[in-house]
Structures are given as structure tokens and as C-alpha cells.
């Protein structure tokens, strides 16, 4: 399909637009875990932030699958790039809370439509050969746009205002760029489109079931790694500090891209699931390092690390399977799976964000907080095995809505 239409754009320039959108969305996903420690005494209710954040990327997400394959790529994208380059202007700007909710439910809608329409740009502009190389580039845009983010506010750090006026304009200006590209048409026409219930219909297959399912996981095990492993380290006896703290979630950030930029050649070596298998089990071992070591400097980096390395190659894999299978309904189909990570962050930032509260850090129950980083990432492993054998029997000349 992608191959029929490629004289109608040129790929290597909706390539890095998409990619630029991922590194949007890293900003996006990272905000909080970096922000958190930082405003917490100076704004009142900052978290419950970072569960507002997840609901407005859901929104975003639930509205986009139906939208792009019915209306097409260009002006959702730049559109969504807009509400972020907003919501974080928002945040500088604005003092009442009602307003800092909106922003940051802005900035979380804007990063919801980024993540899913970028996915389904790539699988839809590459063939089964290259889609999951792609797919790996991608993610690792999103690692160097969370990365970028972590260390302005890390350097930043005694004004929080100065990394969201660097990223809003550098944003505002990329998505104005994007306006002279020319992207992919739609892949349905206006009377084939389907409403957002409809698309649920997707659901009949069980391979979608089982993407969801693992990555309802996923989106835990990411939401609680980014935005609360920096109030672990702050919080832990013999804590190693706010500035450390914020330093080692740059770790984070380059070990999910030095994970990406290595997963194609371990998927060409050891095939899709048994480079999962490997990447999760390093991700194991760097939240028992958090557990064992939370007061080391050099076990908070090196937890991350490991930590990033191994929960960034998911998504870029189960993706890919997903283009490959659901081709007509890409759009739809990646936007329920991201739906569905996206409910499992919102409930995975709820229910760790109370291990943080006040009355909790002073008994010291939040030490469990890597504990439960370790049985999230058990049960994304139950399902790989699962989402590998049904990818190799659902055919796509069945899939309908």
C-alpha cells in the first residue's frame, strides 16, 4: 500500500517528521518524572499531575486512530504539536490550578495523538522488511526527545520555567515546518471510515486482545519507572539527592536508546521473542539493583540503564507485529493498543502516586516501589509468547470492522 503511494511524498521527509513527533512525544512522557521533585513544594496538588498528564494522552489517543485513516496524517500532526507547544506555554504563564490542569491535560492530549500517529506513519510508509528497523528508529526519537528534556531540567534546574519556553518554541517551530511537507493520503475514504465505538470492533481478534493486554502492562511499567523512580531515590534513607536523582533518569533515557538503536540486529540474530525475553530480564535485573542499592549513586545510574535498556524495545516489536497484520486498519489498531497502555499508566501513576504521598514516605512503605517494577515486568513477559504465535495466524485478508 505504502510502495503504491510513495511518488506522492517523499518518505525520507515523513520519516523525520515522524520521528520528530516521537522526540515531541518524549517530552510528553518525561515531564513529570523530571518536573515532579521540582515544583512539588511551589505548586500545590502537583501530583496529582502526573495522572491528569495520562488522561489527556488517552484522549488524544482514543480521537486519533479514526481520525488519520479517514482524513490522513498532515494536519493532526501539526495540530497535536500545537497543543503540546500550548500546553507547555500554559505551565509558564498561567498560576491558578484549574489552568496548570488544563495545560497539562493539553500536553498530555497533544503527546497522545504524537505517539499513535507516528507508529502508524512508519508502518504505514515501509514494508514488512524494514517496519520493524523503522519502528526501532522511531522509539529512539522518543529517547533522545526525553532525553533532551531531562537534561534542560537537569542543568535548569533552579528555574523550571526555561526547559518548557526551550521545548515550546523548538516545537512551535518544527510543527510550522510541517506544514510544507507533504504526507501519505488517507487510507480510507470519507464513507469507509468508522466511528471511535466502531473501531472497537477490532477487538474481536485475539491478537489485538493480546496486545493490549501486554501492553496494559507496558504502560505501568514505563509510567512508574519515568515519573517515580526520581521521588525513590530523593526519598530512600541515605537518599542520593534531587540533582543526582534527575541525573540518573538520563541514565534511564540512554539506556532506552542504546536499546532501540541495538534491537534490530538482536531481533536479526535471535528473532523477535527471544530478544524481548533478553531485553526484559536486564530490566528485571535493574529494578532489583534499585531495591538493593537505593542509596548508591552508581547503583541508581546503573539501574536505570538497565532499566531503560530493557523496557524501550516492547513497544518498537509489538508494533511492528501489529503493522504487519492489521495494514488497512493500522491507525485504528495501534491507537486501541496505545489506549490500552495508556490506561495502564493512568492507573499505574494512581496507585504508585500514593506510595509517595506525605504521611506514606514518612512510614516508608514506598520501598516497595521496585518490587512492584518486578512483578509488572514478569506478567509483560507472560504474554510475549502469546502475541508471537497469534501474529503468525491471523491473516490479514480476514481483518475487517
Not at 495545560?103 to 510508509?125: C, K, P, Q, R, Y
Not at 485504528?332 to 497502555?341: D, M, R
Request: proline residues 3%.
Amino acid at each position: 500500500m505504502a510502495e503504491n503511494r510513495i511518488n506522492n511524498y517523499s518518505r525520507p521527509l515523513v520519516a523525520f517528521a515522524a520521528c520528530m513527533g516521537c522526540a515531541f512525544f518524549g517530552v510528553t512522557m518525561f515531564f513529570w518524572g523530571a518536573m515532579l521533585p521540582v515544583v512539588r513544594e511551589s505548586i500545590a496538588g502537583a501530583d496529582n499531575f502526573p495522572w491528569v498528564l495520562t488522561l489527556g494522552i488517552i484522549a488524544g489517543t482514543l480521537i486519533c486512530g479514526t481520525v488519520m485513516d479517514r482524513y490522513g496524517y498532515k494536519w493532526l500532526l501539526i495540530l497535536s504539536a500545537a497543543s503540546l507547544a500550548i500546553g507547555l506555554a500554559g505551565f509558564i504563564y498561567c498560576t491558578t490550578s484549574t489552568a496548570l490542569y488544563l495545560s497539562t491535560f493539553l500536553i498530555g492530549a497533544g503527546g497522545g495523538v504524537l505517539n499513535s500517529e507516528t507508529i502508524a506513519i512508519i508502518s504505514d510508509i515501509y514494508g514488512d522488511d524494514k517496519r520493524g528497523a523503522m519502528l526501532s528508529i522511531l522509539g529512539a526519537s522518543y529517547c533522545v526527545g526525553s532525553l533532551l528534556w531531562t537534561i534542560l531540567c537537569r542543568v535548569l534546574v533552579n528555574d523550571y520555567t526555561l526547559p518548557m519556553k526551550t521545548s515550546a518554541a523548538v516545537i512551535a517551530f518544527l510543527s510550522f515546518c510541517f506544514v510544507f511537507i507533504k504526507f501519505p493520503k488517507a487510507k480510507l475514504s470519507k464513507d469507509e471510515g468508522s466511528s471511535i465505538l466502531k473501531s472497537f470492533t477490532l477487538l474481536k481478534y485475539p491478537l489485538l486482545v493480546a496486545v493490549c493486554s501486554m501492553l496494559f502492562f507496558q504502560g505501568i511499567l514505563e509510567a512508574i519507572s519515568a515519573n517515580y523512580s526520581t521521588s525513590y531515590y530523593v526519598n530512600s534513607e541515605n537518599g542520593i539527592g534531587l540533582n543526582m536523582a534527575l541525573t540518573a533518569l538520563i541514565f534511564m533515557t540512554v539506556g532506552m536508546a542504546v536499546g532501540r538503536f541495538t534491537l534490530p540486529l538482536c531481533m536479526k540474530i535471535g528473532g523477535n521473542k527471544i530478544s524481548l525475553y533478553l531485553f526484559m530480564a536486564i530490566a528485571f535485573a535493574g529494578a532489583l539493583i534499585q531495591y538493593l542499592m537505593p542509596g548508591s549513586i552508581l547503583g541508581a545510574f546503573l539501574s536505570m540503564t538497565f532499566i531503560g535498556f530493557g523496557t524501550g524495545v516492547t513497544a518498537p516489536v509489538v508494533f511492528s507485529y501489529l503493522g504487519e497484520v492489521f495494514k488497512k486498519y493500522s491507525g485504528i489498531a495501534v491507537s486501541l493498543a496505545v489506549v490500552v497502555a495508556q490506561i495502564g499508566m493512568l492507573l499505574g501513576n494512581f496507585l504508585v502516586g500514593k506510595l509517595f504521598m506525605p504521611e506514606r514516605l514518612e512510614r516508608g512503605t514506598f520501598h516497595i516501589f521496585p518490587i512492584i517494577m518486578c512483578i509488572v515486568i514478569i506478567l509483560v513477559v507472560m504474554h510475549l509468547s502469546g502475541v508471537a504465535k497469534l501474529t503468525s495466524k491471523t491473516k490479514e485478508k480476514k481483518l475487517d470492522l
